[in-house]
């Protein structure tokens, strides 16, 4: 089993549709939790953390539920420019080092 | 400011011969990774270095070595190259701020093994 797992997509909506993402990871030790964004052919950048307590971020929204050990993102009114790969990523012990979900794929169409 | 740069760009390389992806971070951080990303399984650690004169594995770190030259620069050296490398490899530095924990990325190094 994969520490952190996504569905991988692609997640085909209309502009201006809301789309949600999940993901879940196994170590309950885990101890910060992040989106990060990639573009086809670029490099990973972060999108946002997620708190205990749920963040907002404009359109994105994170919430974080350790009990069921998930993490999920929220995208209000799609844009064209949010069509991308969304990955989900966990820090465990120890701050140096991340562990990055495979990700998922986001088509967002006029 | 730069940020994370990586050269080459791009490498096409025959089974058995050798090279070395460079990285370099003007932003002082401490901690610097290299990552390769290949299709349906994510990124996943090679080596990191969490400060200026230290290195560890970290997930699939057989058939690289690396090279924490100095605190800007973190080098990936494939010995004997393998089809199995043929990847996408990044590099990440990481500062000291705990508040935030992120990484920036390099724009990556597309390796092709034949």
């Known amino acids: 089993r994969k520490e952190v797992e996504q569905d991988p997509g692609p997640f085909n909506v209309p502009e201006g549709a809301t789309v949600a993402f999940n993901c879940t990871y196994s170590n309950s030790a885990s101890q910060s939790f992040f989106w990060y964004r990639q573009d086809c052919r670029k490099e990973p950048k972060l999108l946002m953390s997620?708190?205990?307590s749920g963040n907002e971020d404009g359109r994105f929204t994170a919430q974080l539920n350790r009990a069921s050990q998930y993490i999920s993102l929220l995208i209000r009114d799609s844009k064209l420019s949010d069509s991308a790969t969304y990955l989900c990523?966990?820090?465990?012990?120890?701050?140096?080092?991340?562990?990055f979900g495979t990700g998922t794929r986001l088509l967002v169409s006029p | 400011n730069a940020g994370v740069t990586q050269t080459p760009k791009f490498q096409v390389l025959k089974t058995g011969q050798s090279m070395t992806l460079q990285c370099a971070q003007d932003m002082n951080h401490n901690s610097m990774y290299w990552y390769r990303q290949d299709p349906g399984m994510g990124l996943r650690l090679i080596y990191y270095?969490?400060?200026?004169?230290?290195?560890d594995k970290g997930e699939v770190p057989n058939g690289y070595n690396v090279s924490r030259l100095n605190k800007r620069e973190f080098s990936l050296r494939l010995e004997s190259a393998a089809p199995s490398q043929t990847s996408v490899y990044f590099c990440?530095?990481?500062?000291?701020?705990?508040?935030?924990?992120?990484?920036?990325f390099g724009p990556g190094t597309r390796l092709t093994v034949t």
């Open positions: 990440a530095s990481q500062g000291l701020d705990r508040s935030s924990y992120e990484q920036y």
């Open positions: 270095s969490a400060s200026e004169g230290t290195t």
């Open positions: 997620v708190y205990s």
């Open positions: 990523v966990v820090r465990n012990t120890g701050f140096q080092k991340l562990v």
